[in-house]
């Protein structure tokens, strides 16, 4: 099959300094590799995880309702190939975009057998519009043969894999109910090196018991393991969970929103320069949301942390370039 990686590009740190950014977006990264605007569409293909289903643990994470974080989850069962054109339709009335990223979101989208995830990915691409997979997992979930048939896909497109780190620490992990530790994940990222993906790890910032130095430990450890790409999230708490009963109780409290920032941009500092930032912040639909309230004002905090670039006139990769020098 034809690449359709789009065409490369070269000197990434170069580019998005040279643009005025403060950071690698991810926004900008994807317009230089495929020379125009990309929108990811979720996708539901219907998973579980196995700290749902009994493997390691049962229900699921503490914070975690799929239906709050994944648009194809609040809609009807459909297959993948209709869900594709229902985000493209919807995305389109929000944004002037014709190429699409296939994103396979809720839930652990490895938690398969790869004649199943064969399947399932080619049915994506087989869509005209889509040019790259971007695949949600979790690091146990993600056995060799797995990790061939993906790097395989990544000879004919671009793919990301997304890997749900969160933190270092192995006590937060327990709290969250994630059924692995720590090691799982740098197992996971050793074994899919030089595979032709990228690497992209979830971090939650806010986590109850982590301190302001355990979040720049967590940040630190991202930049020396050189990952691709990292999403940054706020902890944020949707109704029916374990961490909704936690807040009301009054055992959690959720980080305010000029903290927030401080931490962000604390983080992002620490990172590579050519490292992607493909999410600053999370959120969900109103009618799920607990807390904070901040997080739904996306451009209100968008702004702000802009500002507080401005005003401390920093940049991503700032620390970690002095620290390498």
Known sequence: MTSRNGPRTDAPTVAWRAAGKRFHSYNFFLSRQFGQRVQKVSIDAGFTCPNVDGTVAVGGCVFCDNRSFSPSRRLPKSGIRQQIDAGIAGLKRRYRVDRFMAYFQPATNTYGSVERLQSIYEEALSHPQIVGLAIGTRPDCVPDEVLDLISRFAEQTYVSVEY???????????????????????????????????????????????????????????????????????????????????????????????????????????????????????????????????????????TALDAEFRRRDTYQGRFFCAAVE
């Open 164 to 302: 749900g780190l969160q933190t270092i620490h192995n006590r937060s992990l327990k709290w969250m109910n994630r059924g692995h530790d720590y090691k799982a994940f740098l197992d996971a990222v050793e074994r899919s090196r030089g595979r032709g993906f990228k690497i992209c790890a979830h971090v939650i910032l806010g986590l109850p018991g982590e301190s302001h130095e355990a979040m720049m430990a967590t940040a630190a450890e991202t930049a020396r393991l050189r990952l691709d790409a990292v999403k940054i999230h706020n902890l944020y708490v949707v109704r029916n969970t374990p961490l909704a009963d936690q807040v009301a109780a009054g055992e959690v409290r959720l980080i305010g929103r000029d903290e927030y920032v401080r931490t962000v941009v604390d983080f992002i500092e620490r990172l590579p320069p050519q490292m992607l930032i493909e999410r600053l912040s999370g959120d969900s639909p109103p009618d799920y949301l607990v807390g904070p309230a901040w997080c739904l004002d996306k451009s209100g905090l968008r």
